[in-house]
């Protein structure tokens, strides 16, 4: 029976004190040493800006304190901190938020004690005047602060992205790639000589376009002369439009119908002409004929007077 209590003793014993070390723990996490000395202060904020439990208190860029409690009373926020006790503040002390970097955001409490009466001690547990975070850092350390999340995930991104594409550039696509930037080489070579040989040609560009503008202000000058034409040939075009074209080109079919009817009798033998040029026996004839009056010519110009017989004087009489 002795021993049975003995056991839960034992066991009360260490229920006990892991409670007072848990709530030890505790209270040292948030900033409350519960064996400690440590001197306790209040101040009221509107807006603690993301202060949390245990943050640092500084004076003058040295941690002198924690914070131990924050409270939401009415229209204002009670925040409550404890200084060690060998640090004393002087009316006119301002707790003012700050950013403790410009990464992470955290929120701390600095102690400003520039405009302080010396002469006067604030005691422990007394209020001391909260200043909300005014400068720029601090603006800035919130703004960067989301902007670092958004950072960090795009960098895992990136990364998973360029794992991705190396695994994808394989050998045989490093190749293609290699050629391509080879041929896309020579293609850059290529359009800087063209580009040069443009340039080269510069002159005879600048010659050919004022040799334009030269035709241009010849154009210009001609202005009237190039009216005076056009009108010529708008006068020429109505001339021949009222012209009895229709009527000439009658004159001609019918013109080509009766030389057609000529032509197809010719060819029938229809007619001297038509016989003449296609009976034989004609054309013996007539050459015939010609050639015996051609020996009759020649002889009449041999001996005319064969032929023609003229006297002075009159023709004598024949001897009986």
């Known amino acids: 029976m002795a021993g049975k209590i003995k056991n839960e003793v034992k066991i009360g014993i260490m229920v006990t004190v892991t ?8 209270n040292f996490l948030r900033g409350r040493g519960v064996f400690s000395s440590d001197k306790e202060y209040h101040t009221f904020y509107k807006d603690v800006q993301g202060l949390q439990e245990s943050a640092v208190v500084q004076l003058k860029g040295l941690g002198v304190g924690k914070v131990t409690g924050i409270e939401l009373q009415q229209d204002r926020i009670k925040v409550t901190f404890t200084l060690h006790k060998n640090i004393k503040l002087n009316k006119g002390t301002l707790a003012q938020l700050a950013s403790a970097d410009l990464i992470s955001g955290t929120k701390i409490i600095s102690l400003n004690v520039d405009n302080v009466d010396k002469g006067i001690e604030i005691q422990e547990g007394g209020f001391i005047a909260g200043k909300e975070s005014e400068g720029i850092l601090d603006n800035l350390g919130s703004q960067v602060s989301p902007l670092v999340g958004v950072l960090q995930h795009t960098v895992i991104s990136l990364d998973t992205l360029l794992n991705t594409v190396n695994n994808i550039i394989n050998d045989d696509t490093r190749k293609h790639l290699n050629a391509s930037f080879a041929a896309l080489e020579i293609g850059l070579d290529q359009l800087s000589s063209l580009a040069t040989q443009l340039n080269a040609q510069s002159s005879n560009l600048a010659g050919v376009i004022k ?11 001609n202005n009237q002369q190039i009216t005076n034409t056009l009108n010529n040939l708008d006068h020429f075009s109505s001339s021949l439009n009222n012209a009895p074209i229709q009527q000439t080109v009658e004159q001609l079919q019918s013109a080509a119908t009766a030389l057609q009817g000529i032509v197809s009798k010719i060819n029938n033998n229809d007619g001297s002409l038509g016989m003449l040029l296609t009976d034989k026996r004609l054309y013996n004839n007539l050459s015939s004929t010609l050639g015996t009056l051609d020996t009759v010519l020649t002889d009449l110009k041999a001996h005319p007077a064969k032929y023609i017989n003229v006297s002075v004087f009159g023709r004598k009489e024949k001897a009986e």
Do not use: D, E
């Open 19 to 26: 409670i007072a070390v848990f709530i030890l723990g505790f």
């Open 211 to 221: 040799n334009a503008n030269s035709i241009t202000g010849n154009l210009a000058a």
